[in-house]
């Protein structure tokens, strides 16, 4: 979705915490920010959702802008496990349809 | 186990060829999609599904069809494949609210020569 812009990739070093940034300058009052990760040769997997407020969960937290139009996800302690594509993704809802639409997604690449 | 099938894991036809990808899933999940992967592209979202009989497109419909009888089964039917359709392809499900975590399968890898 040319309208959910995401660095191509970022670095980071084995137990340090990442931020990953996202904007969606365009989204709607009902839009829900998903972020999902893809680990090599698998489907992706479900990381966390927002919608207005911050967010934590066991794998990380999401910080979302106050007018929504750009988020965090926040892994605080990057391992080497947690090297993956990181999508956000917008989740439009009308008339009780969802339609995804992905980021083109950071590559994290995280050094020991 | 909770999961999401898809069938075949790879797959190499020649264009015109009619083909069918199965997706199924054992979660009861009111809501299935299709999405494609391709490099520079990301995922797109081919069709989705509400529930059984209500299909919707996505992004990138054009060259696929899909059906949705069971509430488990969510079919993606290639009528007359062509050197584009070439990707990965991806089956998600979910429930129905826009807040639900997706579930998504393996990936079909299709090569259409």
């Known amino acids: 979705d040319a309208k959910t812009t995401q660095p191509n990739s970022m670095e980071s070093n084995e137990e340090e915490p990442v931020h990953l940034p996202c904007n969606h300058s365009t989204i709607s009052g009902t839009d829900y920010i998903h972020w999902y990760r893809q680990l090599p040769s698998q489907g992706p997997e479900y990381v966390i959702h927002g919608l207005t407020s911050n967010v934590n969960n066991r794998m990380a937290s999401l910080a979302i802008a106050e007018d929504r139009k750009s988020s965090t996800l926040i892994l605080h302690r990057a391992t080497l496990r947690d090297a993956a594509v990181y999508y956000c993704?917008?989740?439009?809802?009308?008339?009780?349809?969802?339609?995804?639409?992905f980021g083109s997604g950071t590559k994290l690449n995280v050094k020991p | 186990e909770a999961q999401v099938t898809q069938n075949p894991r790879y797959l190499i036809t020649v264009t015109g060829k009619k083909l069918t990808v199965t997706c199924s899933q054992n979660?009861?999940?009111?809501?299935m999609s299709w999405y494609r992967q391709d490099p520079g592209l990301g995922l797109r979202q081919i069709y989705y599904?509400?529930?059984?009989?209500?299909?919707d497109k996505g992004d990138v419909p054009e060259g696929y069809k899909v059906s949705r009888k069971e509430k488990r089964n969510f079919p993606l039917i290639l009528e007359s494949p062509s050197p584009n359709q070439t990707s990965l392809y991806f089956c998600?499900?979910?429930?129905?609210?826009?807040?639900?975590?997706?579930?998504f399968g393996p990936g079909t890898r299709l090569l259409v020569l």
């Open positions: 993704i917008r989740v439009n809802r009308i008339y009780n349809f969802n339609k995804f639409y």
């Open positions: 979660m009861n999940h009111e809501y």
């Open positions: 998600a499900s979910s429930f129905g609210g826009a807040q639900e975590t997706q579930y």
């Open positions: 599904s509400m529930n059984v009989e209500v299909t």
